[in-house]
T-cell receptor
Framework: GQNIDQPTEMTATEGAIVQINCTYQ??????LFWYQQHAGEAPTFLSY??LDGLEEKGRFSSFLSRSKGYSYLLLKELQMKDSASYLC??????????WGAGTKLIIKP | ETGVTQTPRHLVMGMTNKKSLKCEQH?????MYWYKQSAKKPLELMFV???????ENNSVPSRFSPECPNSSHLFLHLHTLQPEDSALYLC???????????????FGNGTRLTVT
């Protein structure tokens, strides 16, 4: 079957660090994506992992463990503008994206 | 400016109306997509076009009818919709199909559709 699980909502404090987890169960695997979506706006691409390990891009990092079917998005030095939904999606053997329902991240001062 | 423009941003229509959603991409991409986004649900892929040919139709009701006249434009024609069709409809493009490592999806801001 094909299933993506991520928490519905998380709250964190400005300046802190937050980790958003995503687990997937997909027949075939061609990579794991993270997108950011601010309310009323388009989802925008954040990261892509196809090999195990951590990919760092400024304040945002993404991790993948293929053996565990697990990824996380790590956001450091949180800013108020990071309040958004974070969408996890994995690409199956047919190069179709399977999406999670998204994690709404609320940043408090 | 996302490179993918959708109009209108908001649309309210009755169940007997006919309307169309428009999407235009200025990125020179070869693939275009329609997605439906409902609250607290995963994105649902509706249609995929590659080089103006439809390559995917995920069991979408016939009251939704896509049209891709060229690689830069994509339409979604709507008729006799139901209230449960109310959602955010997102258009996206990518350089090619099946190669998203080099070509992530670029989304438009969506059309917020309300069916009354």
């Amino acid at each position: 079957g094909q299933n993506i699980d991520q928490p519905t909502e998380m709250t964190a404090t400005e300046g802190a660090i937050v980790q958003i987890n995503c687990t997937y169960q997909t027949s075939g695997f061609n990579g794991l994506f993270w997108y950011q979506q601010h309310a009323g706006e388009a989802p925008t691409f954040l990261s892509y992992n196809v090999l195990d390990g951590l990919e760092e891009k400024g304040r945002f990092s993404s991790f993948l463990s293929r053996s565990k079917g697990y990824s996380y998005l790590l956001l450091k030095e949180l800013q108020m503008k990071d309040s958004a939904s974070y969408l996890c999606a994995d690409m199956d053997s047919n190069y179709q994206l399977i999406w999670g329902a998204g994690t709404k991240l609320i940043i408090k001062p | 400016e996302t490179g993918v423009t959708q109009t209108p941003r908001h649309l309210v229509m009755g169940m007997t109306n006919k309307k169309s959603l428009k999407c235009e991409q200025h990125l020179g991409h070869n693939a275009m997509y329609w997605y439906k986004q409902s609250a607290k649900k995963p994105l649902e892929l509706m249609f995929v076009y590659s080089l103006e040919e439809r390559v995917e139709n995920n069991s979408v009701p016939s009251r939704f009818s896509p049209e891709c006249p060229n690689s830069s434009h994509l339409f979604l024609h709507l008729h006799t919709l139901q209230p449960e069709d109310s959602a955010l409809y997102l258009c996206a493009s990518s350089q090619d199909l099946g190669n998203e490592y080099n070509s992530p999806l670029h989304f438009g801001n969506g059309t917020r559709l309300t069916v009354t």
